[in-house]
């Protein structure tokens, strides 16, 4: 019920990204002289930080074991014992949620056999899992070699003498980041090669960055609401009034900053700590968490629109406020922690909006977002303790700061929407299509318009006889973005807002109001004399594409084209970004109409498969996929050890990539590049 509340009081925004997978484990190889007819095979693991590896013996129902194969079929030596290992960690897995053994930075494996004359190398596999505090990737399966020293061996009755007449030799073996394909680097060693470029090191850290500034700019909005921006002269007033002399009091300022910091920080290490990327992502693209999302949006907005107030319990701000007179650093703290509470009617929705997308993006995101949230809000006091006179500078408290909780209120209450959206391209309901997405936008901005123009008026405001420059700014700026979007009811392409609405295809005219189709929905001026079977057209480019991966590989096969997989989503804002602004572009959209086959498989897709498609995942054995999205997902996870979308695949007839996989690349030059390249490579 705890997992279920906190994810009900958090939202995701809709520029989540997915994280590509990984393979953060290196092996190498070496032998260990016991005896003069025995020796220790051993194997060792370099793990990323962060990762860990999981032991030769795990409960039932839990991860991947451990496992070593040892190739003795040419009978040169013989298995003594079993596979040895070090002592490792037993803890509560956070993923499985059951006590295992793991290991953590390096982990040793050793396996004892006794050699017969002739034996120069032992070949062998390792089956392993690895996870982090969030994931998994799917089970990976490595070549071992191992080079023995040159033995010869005389029998005399039963005693047996062996002679080593060479020196010991290391075989290494590496697994970079999302690799499976192993080839022989030279006669002593054994190189898997990386077969997906690993971009999301770099997405990351612009990731992170993204959240750190949106989370930033919201914590200064939440600066400017009436239950936090009264409190900046009163705190200030009371650390210079109350301390000895103004080092003390800009001391004691700084000191309540960072506990404001430290609060919120910790908020975002118990969400990273509760939640795991994997699940907010899935909750992400479930069409009933998104319904929930926009049922809480919706009670936000009208919250501060100024319908009622959400608060927590008065008891909770009188014990913390009975615990600030304590005075020192104790009593500073339970300040910052009252400020929290006493101002969460406006900093609620807020701080549960980010968290949430912060987590989608897993890892320290919702630390890092609850950084930014909270540096916003405690930069003021610490600044203003050591200024004191820029207090005369601040505007007074006024109507203004329920303008901005107005302003946020229409925002969220737009937002809110998005998720319902979400939900119904999820389902296919076609309730919630393009069109009415636009015109229920097009009423929330340009109610929001008349309310800065003062012809409007809500709960709590204060009468207006005026209106300052800065509103009417504001009001123009919103009631120009209304009328931007008009033309988006009769098929205009919106480029602004292209992440939010649903696409074009997915509207009651995919081609524009008043355009005349032919048949079948394809337009006159653009349609086929017979689509092959199971193909469709994608409006409003006619791109022909195909929902299924076997029928669209056989189509590329009798037309003699490569193949370019999209792994796409329903919720996958930034597949929305590429097909609205990259592939409209003429020279991009002529090399998918007439270069490539294009196939778009719907990770989240909700159909349920036939029962004899319900199959047991390849990258998560033990686990049975329900839809169709199960099977795309688990396609491209085990496949392309990656789980990010878009992702982008050219490949042969063979399904061999002509060309590493790209994410997303909003760059049309690079991305004409990326087809280009893999194009050419076709037939060669």
């Not at 919706?298 to 319990?313: D, K, N, Q, R, T």
């Not at 033309?487 to 205009?492: S, T």
């Not at 929905?521 to 299924?548: K, T």
Request: proline residues 5%.
């Amino acid at each position: 019920m705890k997992k279920f509340l906190l994810a009900c009081a958090a939202l995701v925004l809709s520029t989540a990204a997915f994280a590509q997978i990984l393979e953060p484990v290196k092996w190498s190889t070496s032998v260990e002289k016991v005896s003069d007819t025995e020796f220790d095979l051993v194997s060792k693991a370099t793990i990323e930080k962060g990762w860990h590896l999981y032991s030769q013996n795990v409960p039932a129902d839990g991860p991947i074991a451990t496992s070593f194969i040892y190739d003795d079929s040419e009978g040169n030596f013989t298995i003594v014992g079993n596979t040895t290992e070090e002592e490792g960690h037993t803890i509560q897995d956070p993923v499985f949620e059951m006590e295992i053994k793991y290991f953590e930075n390096k982990a040793t494996f050793k396996q004892r056999i006794q050699v017969k004359e002739g034996a120069a190398t032992v070949n062998g596999f390792v089956e392993f899992m690895v996870c982090d505090d969030s994931r998994c990737l799917p089970p990976s399966e490595v070549e071992l070699t191992f080079n023995l020293p040159k033995v010869s061996v005389a029998a005399s009755g039963n005693e047996t003498a062996a002679n080593v007449t060479a020196s010991e030799e290391t075989h290494v073996t590496e697994t970079p980041e999302a690799s499976h394909e192993v080839a022989a680097a030279s006669t002593h060693d054994t190189v898997v090669k990386e077969s997906v470029e690993g971009s999301d090191k770099s997405d990351s850290k612009r990731g992170l960055f993204t959240i750190f500034i949106l989370a930033f700019l919201s914590g200064f909005a939440a600066l400017l609401t009436p239950c936090v921006f009264p409190m900046i002269p009163m705190t200030v007033s009371f650390f210079t009034k109350q301390s000895k002399n103004k080092a003390v009091g800009i001391k004691n300022a700084i000191i309540y900053g960072i506990c404001i910091i430290v609060i919120y920080v910790l908020l975002g290490t118990a969400v990273t700590g509760i939640f795991g990327a994997d699940a907010l992502n899935a909750l992400a693209a479930n069409p009933w968490f998104n319904i929930i999302f926009f049922v809480l949006l919706v009670v936000f907005a009208v919250s501060f629109l100024g319908a009622f107030e959400i608060m927590l319990p008065n008891s909770w701000a009188n014990k913390v406020d009975s615990q600030a007179d304590r005075g020192g650093l104790v009593g500073i703290f339970f300040m910052a922690l009252a400020l929290a509470i006493v101002s969460f009617s406006c900093t609620g929705p807020i701080v549960g909006t980010l968290l949430v997308e912060a987590a989608s993006k897993g890892g320290i995101a919702p630390i890092v977002g609850m950084l930014g949230f909270s540096l916003a809000i405690a930069l003021p006091f610490a600044l203003f303790a050591a200024f004191p006179g820029w207090l005369n500078s601040l505007p007074k408290s006024g109507g203004w700061l329920n303008t901005v909780k107005v302003v946020l209120g229409f925002l969220e209450l737009a937002l809110a929407f998005k998720f319902l959206s979400n939900a119904d391209y999820i389902m296919q309901w076609h309730i919630l299509e393009r069109e009415v997405f636009i015109a229920i936008w097009i009423a929330v901005f340009g109610a929001l318009a008349f309310y800065l123009f003062g012809k409007i008026q809500l709960p709590h405001d204060s009468p207006l006889s005026h209106i300052s420059v800065g509103r009417l700014g504001l009001g123009l700026i919103t009631l120009t973005f209304t009328i931007y979007m008009i033309p988006g009811l009769w098929g205009a392409p919106l480029n602004l807002i292209s992440a939010f609405p649903p696409p074009p295809n997915y509207s009651e005219s995919p081609y524009g109001v008043g355009y005349k189709n032919a048949g079948g929905g394809v337009a006159a001026a653009d349609s086929h004399e017979a689509l092959p079977e199971g193909a469709h057209l994608m409006a409003p480019h006619n791109i022909m594409a195909f929902h299924d991966y076997e029928t669209g590989l056989a189509y590329a096969k009798k037309v003699g084209k490569p193949v370019m997989i999209d792994f796409t989503g329903y919720t996958c804002v930034n597949c929305r970004k590429m097909e609205n602004n990259v592939w409209v572009k003429p020279e991009i959209l002529e090399i998918l109409k007439n270069d490539v086959v294009l196939i778009s498989l719907y990770v989240d897709d909700k159909k349920e498969l036939p029962e004899d498609m319900k199959v047991e995942y390849v990258s998560r054995p033990g686990k049975f996929m329900k839809d169709f999205g199960d099977k795309w997902s688990d396609l491209q996870a085990s496949r392309y050890k990656a789980n990010s979308q878009p992702f982008y695949v050219i490949m042969d007839h063979e399904e061999n990539s002509l060309i590493d996989p790209v994410g997303y690349t909003p760059d049309v030059a690079e991305y004409k590049s990326w087809l280009n390249e893999g194009i050419s490579k076709f037939g060669k």
